[in-house]
């Protein structure tokens, strides 16, 4: 009944929206597949919709340059004078309607999944802070900071790029393969996201409000998957990235005591001792690492805005107010508490630093020991 | 006019003298065409402002690293971007046209209101000469985004942001004046004869577009209102300290936010839908549809709202209702597209500028509106939301759609303003660049937001770098072409082919029934409309 | 030009000052009707027990127990920018029935050198089980205030609602700690 043209077109055109990996990862032009079922599912809607719209634009426009060029006054066409079909309207208005229902019927049964958190294997609170990422495994005992270790030097051009180029952290987010991992997401101060396309889980994290979402990794899907912040969160928005580690259980499993037993390893190390040229190396890295970004890299600070510390009189004088301002921060201004994200070592080091570096000179050496003390 | 006794109708002898010379006429002037010129001039030194605001921000994501400014600044470049293209370029551009057009297109002497309408305006310089002041300040500019989000614009906001938040009230008011006046305009000033489904498609999307504004901009002073009391007054509505909520704020913004976007381009649909049927030759498509669905895609805009916040953590139900409701929208908007494509079947066509810019428009919107199909489902849109997939849809809709809308209109009026022909030759050289230039610019930007590139970064990964790159050139071919623009605007107010009243060969309305440059008075009498 | 304005005196329409006075007794019941949005969103909000906010106080009755599932209660505790305190949750997470009254407790400490006020914030995942969350007593309903270096303990005794959701297994309750001196009571 249908001539063989038509035959072979309605099999193209079928046949491209039952075949959704021919755009697939073609160098950076399309979404992620990923390696979970959602983020499949979700790859499998996007190519649904984008060839459903190919394919109404290629008509469209084909009639509309079809148009262009045939009904042109120079080619001797002569304007008809119709201006109105009550068929055609409704025929174009039913046929989109059925088109949409039909790109529902998916949508809805992935939303469906992507909202059942229940039955989860492990629990990881993830806090986002300003600029930073916060972990905590709940009833495990592991909790830690996420810091950007992309330095300075490559982002304003002094050295080369790494291959990783802003999506490097110092400590990832290691999570077990074959498990069911609900996220609880949080902020500490304004609004972040938390976003990881291979596994297709973007979060708001809200400060007072707790948020759900989860994720299986299959096993055989074991790596290194990327992610950033996804909600305009201030200066270093772009600078908080996310790398989560997908381990089997039992590298998992070993993970998790190694973590605990390196915090009982550092508390101890904070009982050692520490020469004033250690801390001062470690103080200088800590430094760029966590309080750059505001104080800026020679301690000269940002207008009105956040204060310099070259040259202050906290640095210069008055030792227990520059101890408690960085363990317990200044309510009421940007300046947090630095006493849960670092520890005893580094915040002894970091003081020790800003009150010796870019001419502060006091001389002064802040031990752990003193931190300790202080905190009691 | 000199003396005025008790009884002496002054009014009469206006006419004769002409508008007042010198810089009061235009502080002073109640004449709509007047006060459409300024609009007009003023949103396109906006447009500038604002590209060169773009054009910082494109130099700097040129190349992976940051070698031009620092964070700080780049975010307060997004957002004053952001800000003075939607308030400063389009939505004043749109109520030039109309200041300029409806009383005409009606048969109208001039706007119901036309002190008030000079008031509209002169806000409007003062509003943004604070908010562009704010730049010079030692806390900086705005810096959160043009959509502000608590608590990033409360608790953490710069100091500017009182003075945002008094801009927001002056250009609010300056719409919602405007609004009115278009509205007491057309349902009381049409000539005799002129019934509402005989009104012009431009008048019929703009008396849609003023409900909008008068339905939500109130919403917006609300929202920056609640914003100035929690900053300054101790309230907590989206602090969550206090029992208040970061995600109401959000609400609030996008009940504004969505009809905003549509406020955004209905007039745009309006002045493609007065261009086709012209240079078409041919009557337009299905008029009483197009009044329909122009009046669906009103209704439905104040449904959809959360479509922006499909990640924020919305329960179930809402989620899906919000999609539906978004995908929903396709339809009046395809209708609108069909109708337009089939004014033009059939028809004999002619490509002068302002129908060059029309086509481009249905063309390039419509693809818009295919990113934003897209970005309805709301699965989908976990991997879309906050990257530059979103930008690139927006960015489609609002300059190939709202702009090239703005200015196909402008090439259409301008021989009517001034009574002279353009150029037709730097018309199509305008429309050659500003078409490459947009495409270059926006449509590398889909690619790069599925492949994972987050907005508002100052900086990115390196898988990013090539298509940003291209992105930057095409940037500045767009952004220098509008010199061109200028440049022929400027040429054709200083003389240029006469026109005569009708203009185009196929225009069809009561504005190419008067002369051309229009005379300053115009409709003195109504005309009646068979 | 020739006027075309009807001459004062013979207008047809209403009187200015009845559209003045309408216009006037609009913006006082607008003004009022923003008042009135106070108790209407509680009543709202408590409907749909949107927010993930759980209800006020509520008494303590004798209730059904159902024992045919247990509900895992998890319990999450965030320390808002700039409040340093200790704030810990004494137990990470209980398996109970619907309807069973349970407490749990919670631990704070002020480690600054100043007297501080402190308000916790409660947050439920998922949202829709926060409506079933019923609290006789908990940290949250009050500020806190702890002196310098001061220390405790802060009961929650909470149940859920038998008419819990059976897909609904596991319920976490979040408090987040905000430095509430800028609000003290």
């Known amino acids: ?376 | 006019m000199t003396t005025a006794t008790a009884n002496h109708d002054d009014h009469a002898d206006h006419g004769h003298h002409g508008p007042a010379k010198g810089i009061m006429r235009w502080v002073l002037t109640t004449n709509h065409k007047d006060i459409g010129t300024m609009y007009l001039w003023f949103s396109f030194t906006m447009l500038f402002i604002g590209g060169a605001m773009a054009l910082i921000v494109r130099t700097e994501l040129f190349q992976p690293g940051m070698q031009l400014i620092e964070p700080e600044f780049y975010n307060q470049m997004t957002t004053m971007h952001g800000l003075i293209m939607v308030f400063g370029a389009i939505m004043p551009a749109f109520v030039g046209l109309a200041n300029w057009m409806v009383p005409l297109m009606i048969g109208a002497p001039d706007m119901a209101l036309p002190r008030m309408n000079n008031w509209s305006f002169w806000i409007l310089p003062f509003a943004f000469g604070m908010l562009l002041f704010t730049l010079f300040t030692d806390a900086g500019a705005p810096n959160f985004g043009w959509t502000f989000y608590a608590p990033l614009s409360t608790t953490y906001a710069p100091s500017s942001v009182t003075y945002f938040i008094f801009g927001v009230h002056m250009m609010g008011i300056s719409s919602i004046m405007g609004a009115i006046n278009i509205i007491v305009t057309i349902l009381n000033l049409r000539a005799p004869g002129m019934t509402l489904m005989k009104m012009p498609l431009f008048v019929w999307t703009w008396f849609i577009t003023a409900y909008l504004l008068v339905a939500v901009m109130p919403v917006l002073a609300g929202v920056v209102t609640m914003m100035l009391m929690d900053i300054h007054f101790g309230t907590s509505f989206f602090d969550a300290a206090g029992g208040g909520d970061p995600v109401l704020f959000q609400h609030v913004f996008w009940f504004f936010g969505h009809p905003e976007v549509y406020i955004m381009i209905l007039p745009a649909f309006g002045i493609v839908s007065q261009i086709i049927p012209t240079f078409a030759r041919k009557p337009l498509f299905g008029y009483a549809s197009m009044v329909y669905a122009t009046s669906s895609i009103a209704f439905l805009s104040f449904i959809v709202w959360a479509h922006h916040m499909f990640t924020v953590g919305m329960p179930l139900q809402a989620e899906l209702f919000f999609m539906y409701a978004t995908m929903l929208i396709a339809i009046p908007t395809g209708v609108k597209v069909f109708n337009w494509v089939s004014t033009m079947f059939r028809g004999s066509m002619t490509f002068e500028t302002p129908m060059l810019f029309a086509l481009a428009f249905v063309v390039l919107f419509t693809i818009g509106g295919f990113s934003g199909l897209m970005l309805a489902i709301a699965p989908a849109d976990f991997q879309y939301h906050d990257t530059y997939f979103v930008v690139a849809h927006f960015h489609y809709v609002l300059v190939p759609g709202a702009l090239f809308g703005i200015i196909a209109g402008v090439y259409y009026w301008l021989p009517k303003w001034t009574g002279n022909y353009y150029s037709e030759k730097l018309g199509k050289f305008h429309f050659w660049m500003s078409f490459i230039g947009v495409n270059v610019t926006f449509f590398p930007m889909h690619f790069v937001g599925l492949a994972g590139m987050p907005r508002r970064i100052p900086d990115y990964a390196l898988q990013f770098a090539d298509f940003n790159a291209i992105a930057t050139v095409g940037a500045f071919i767009f952004g220098l072409s509008q010199l061109v623009f200028l440049f022929l605007l400027i040429k054709t107010i200083r003389g240029g082919e006469k026109a005569t009243d009708k203009v185009w060969e196929g225009a069809e309305g009561l504005e190419w029934t008067i002369p051309s440059p229009a005379p300053y008075h115009t409709f003195a009498e109504p005309p009646h409309v068979k | 030009m020739t006027s075309k304005l009807p001459e004062s005196g013979t207008q047809s329409g209403p009187k200015p000052s009845n559209t003045a006075l309408k216009l006037v007794l609009a913006a006082i019941a607008m003004f009022g009707f923003g008042f009135a949005l106070v108790p209407l969103y509680d009543v709202f909000c408590e409907f749909a027990g949107i927010n993930g906010k759980t209800a006020g106080q509520v008494e303590k009755v004798e209730q059904w127990v159902d024992t045919s599932r247990t509900i895992k209660v998890q319990f999450i505790t965030t320390n808002n920018d700039g409040m340093p305190w200790e704030f810990e949750t004494l137990q990470e997470e209980v398996e109970i029935h619907p309807g069973a009254w349970t407490q749990v407790a919670f631990w704070a400490f002020n480690p600054t050198q100043n007297d501080m006020v402190g308000q916790a914030v409660p947050s439920v995942s998922p949202s829709e089980a926060a409506q079933y969350v019923q609290k006789t007593e908990c940290f949250c309903f009050d500020q806190q205030k702890l002196k310098a270096g001061e220390g405790r303990n802060m009961p929650l005794i909470f149940s859920l609602d038998p008419d819990l959701p059976d897909h609904v297994r596991t319920v976490t309750m979040s408090y987040t700690l905000f430095d509430a001196g800028a609000f003290a009571e």
């Not at chain 1, 294997?121 to 600029?131: A, L, R």
């Open chain 1, 1 to 376: 009944m249908f001539s063989r043209t038509w035959q072979r077109l309605s099999s193209v055109v079928l046949g491209s929206l039952t075949v959704p990996t021919v755009m697939a990862d073609r160098g950076g032009l399309n979404m992620t597949q990923g390696v979970t079922e959602i983020s499949q599912s979700i790859f499998e809607l996007h190519m649904l919709i984008f060839w459903i719209c190919v394919w109404i634009g290629v008509a469209v426009f084909g009639v509309m340059f079809f148009s262009i060029f045939k009904h042109r006054k120079s080619k001797g066409a002569v304007a008809s004078k119709f201006h109105e079909s009550l068929g055609l309207e409704i025929l174009w208005t039913a046929i989109p309607t059925v088109i949409l229902i039909a790109m529902a019927v998916p949508a809805t049964s992935t939303l469906i999944k992507m909202y059942d958190t229940t039955n989860a294997d492990v629990d990881i609170k993830i806090t986002g802070h300003q600029w930073k990422w916060q972990y905590d495994y709940l009833g495990e005992d592991v909790g830690f900071f996420s810091n950007l270790t992309t330095s300075k030097d490559e982002i304003y051009d002094i050295t080369e790029k790494s291959e990783n180029y802003l999506l490097e952290v110092d400590k990832h987010l290691v999570v077990p393969s074959g498990q069911k991992i609900r996220f609880l997401i949080t902020s500490n101060d304004v609004i972040h996201a938390w976003w990881v396309p291979e596994i297709a889980v973007k979060k708001d994290a809200i400060p007072g409000y707790i948020n759900e979402s989860w994720a299986i990794i299959p096993e055989g899907e074991e790596g290194i998957y990327r992610g950033q912040c996804a909600e305009l969160c201030g200066i270093q928005h772009g600078f908080m990235p996310i790398v989560l580690e997908v381990v089997t259980m039992n590298q998992y499993q070993s993970w998790l005591v190694d973590q605990r037993a390196g915090v009982e390893a550092e508390a101890a190390a904070a009982l050692g001792d520490f020469s004033y040229d250690d801390l001062m190396t470690e103080g200088a890295e800590v430094y760029a690492r966590s309080c750059a970004a505001c104080h800026g890299s020679e301690g000269q600070g940002m207008g009105s805005v956040f204060p310099a510390l070259a040259g202050s009189s906290m640095a210069l004088n008055d030792m227990a107010g520059h101890i408690d301002i960085v363990l317990n921060g200044k309510p009421g201004t940007a300046m947090q508490s630095f006493s849960a994200q670092l520890t005893d070592v580094e915040i002894a080091a970091v003081i020790t630093y800003e009150r010796n570096a870019w001419g502060n000179d006091t001389g002064e050496t802040v031990t752990p020991q003193m931190i300790i003390d202080a905190k009691k």
